[in-house]
Protein backbone atom coordinates (compact mmCIF):
# COMPACT_ATOMS: atom_id res chain seq x y z
CA UNK A 1 0.00 0.00 0.00
CA UNK A 2 2.46 2.59 1.38
CA UNK A 3 5.00 1.51 -1.65
CA UNK A 4 2.33 2.22 -4.31
CA UNK A 5 1.73 5.67 -2.57
CA UNK A 6 5.17 6.42 -2.74
CA UNK A 7 5.58 5.34 -6.75
CA UNK A 8 2.43 7.43 -7.56
CA UNK A 9 4.05 10.44 -5.45
CA UNK A 10 7.51 9.79 -7.54
CA UNK A 11 5.53 9.94 -11.04
CA UNK A 12 3.27 13.23 -9.77
CA UNK A 13 6.28 14.69 -8.82
CA UNK A 14 8.57 14.06 -11.95
CA UNK A 15 5.30 15.42 -14.66
CA UNK A 16 5.51 18.60 -12.06
CA UNK A 17 8.89 19.29 -12.59
CA UNK A 18 8.44 18.70 -16.27
CA UNK A 19 5.93 20.66 -16.14
CA UNK A 20 7.71 23.54 -14.59
CA UNK A 21 10.88 23.44 -17.00
CA UNK A 22 8.18 23.28 -19.92
CA UNK A 23 6.56 26.84 -18.71
CA UNK A 24 10.12 28.01 -18.31
CA UNK A 25 11.15 27.48 -21.60
CA UNK A 26 8.24 29.22 -23.08
CA UNK A 27 8.59 32.04 -20.17
CA UNK A 28 11.99 32.53 -21.60
CA UNK A 29 10.95 32.18 -25.63
CA UNK A 30 8.54 35.18 -24.68
CA UNK A 31 11.32 37.57 -23.18
CA UNK A 32 13.53 36.74 -25.92
CA UNK A 33 10.32 37.80 -28.40
CA UNK A 34 9.91 40.36 -26.45
CA UNK A 35 13.46 42.11 -26.29
CA UNK A 36 13.43 41.35 -30.01
CA UNK A 37 10.59 43.67 -31.25
Same mark, same amino acid.
Given at each position: &?? $? +? !? @? *?? #? &? =? =??? &??? &? !???? +? #? *? =?? @?? =? *?? %? %?? $??
Amino acid at each position: &MT $K +L !Y @I *KV #N &M =I =IVC &MFL &M !YVQF +L #N *K =IV @IL =I *KR %A %AS $KS
